[in-house]
Nanobody, 120 residues
């Protein structure tokens, strides 16, 4: 099982980016999926999460600007980031709590991380 992210990059303040993350492997089902970020010198923090049923929650700094969504058929989660600010600069990590066809693979998985830089 692995999670592969895409969509990071450099954007000017006020701009938008869309991150995507796809899980692959012997996946039976995926429970919660989410996005975390880690800025230099700071701890990793939750940005947004979405349940298998579509319920969402967001960290206060991104409420009203970011939208998390998922496509269960494709084992994919997206993060639409709008009105980006310099303080959003960080490495963004995808996370998934999943159930595998192989019980030893059940659990929590992380993507490799994708850099988002907001700067003029």
């Amino acid at each position: 099982v692995q999670l592969v992210e895409s969509g990071g990059g450099l954007v000017q303040p006020g701009g938008s980016l869309r991150l995507s993350c796809t899980a692959s492997g012997s996946i039976f089902s995926i429970n919660a999926m989410g996005w975390y970020r880690q800025a230099p010198g700071k701890q990793r923090e939750l940005v947004a999460a979405i349940s298998s049923g579509g319920s969402t929650n967001y960290a206060d700094p991104v409420k009203g600007r970011f939208i998390i969504s998922r496509d269960n058929a494709k084992n994919t989660v997206h993060l639409q980031m709008n009105s980006l600010k310099p303080e959003d600069t960080a490495v963004y990590y995808c996370n998934a709590d999943l159930v595998s066809y192989h019980s030893e693979e059940n659990g929590d998985y992380w993507g490799q991380g994708t850099q988002v830089t907001v700067s003029s």
